[in-house]
């Protein structure tokens, strides 16, 4: 049944695809174009659409904050997570019942922390702050990196830390000389991971920030489409230069991805 599973993978391709390739397409066209032929191919390419979403707006900005917010969090969810993830290699009380606690939010719709994280954040003095906005993102993708650091932690043979104990090392020098060490695929896996999430989430974004010195790239799109002024190819443009990071990491990171979620199902 080959032709089953050609079908299958062709469809699959053709939806993820062609809404990206006719996104790629309009931004090309002129306003009315678009709406004349919304799926011709443009008369007259518009290439001059991409430098003017750089002159109508300050777009290596918002790919600063874009890039700041995704970094720190990602830093201070993989600090909170692999820290986490090294205590359950161990065996104590009511183990598995933190480690419900830890991963819990991931069963929760994050519709659901919006207005405990505005109050939180705005009782921090934190609004309209890109680090406001990390700290967030941290803690919605915690139990994210929780599961994949830990899952990973769990391959390592518990034989190696009691050698570690017998050559007299610490419980902490056992973490940073033996233990991270052999993480590191799984530690790169879930930052590659949180990374991509930080840099696509529009909610958080939107809601803790409302200065244009702290717009990311996400929340900056929808300002090219406004009651009295809506130009779509400007969207387009400036969608096809928000998403290309991501593409770009898919691309050359995707054998470290896939290694390091596969690297521990055989011990």
């Not at 002159?55 to 918002?62: A, F, K, R, T, W």
């Amino acid at each position: 049944m080959k032709w089953i599973k050609w079908f299958v993978l062709t469809a699959f391709t053709c939806i993820t695809v062609v809404p990206l390739l006719w996104l790629l397409m309009a931004s090309f066209k002129t306003n009315k174009e678009l709406f004349r032929d919304p799926f011709g191919l443009p008369t007259e390419w518009m290439y001059d659409n991409y430098a003017s979403v750089f002159d109508s707006h300050p777009i290596p900005l918002y790919f600063y904050n874009s890039v700041f917010v995704a970094v720190i969090s990602t830093v201070i969810a993989l600090i909170v997570s692999t820290l986490a993830s090294y205590i359950f290699i161990y065996h104590f009380k009511w183990k598995n019942q933190w480690l419900l606690l830890l991963t819990f939010g991931i069963l929760i719709p994050t519709n659901a922390f919006m207005v405990p994280y505005y109050f939180i954040v705005d009782w921090l003095g934190l609004y309209d702050t890109l680090f406001g906005v990390a700290l967030v993102y941290a803690g919605v993708s915690l139990p994210l990196s929780v599961i994949i650091i830990k899952t990973y932690m769990d391959t390592i043979p518990y034989e190696i830390v009691e050698a570690s104990f017998i050559d007299g090392a610490s419980i902490h020098k056992t973490f940073s000389r033996v233990i991270l060490p052999i993480s590191y695929p799984g530690i790169v896996t879930a930052s590659i991971f949180l990374m991509i999430t930080a840099w696509n989430e529009l909610l958080f974004a939107n809601l803790l920030t409302q200065s244009e010195t702290t717009r990311t790239l996400q929340v900056a799109i929808r300002f090219f489409l406004s009651t009295f002024n809506a130009n779509y190819p400007y969207a387009f443009a400036a969608m096809i230069i928000a998403i290309l990071p991501t593409i770009l990491v898919y691309t050359f990171l995707s054998e470290k991805i896939i290694g390091g979620l596969t690297a521990g199902a055989v011990k």
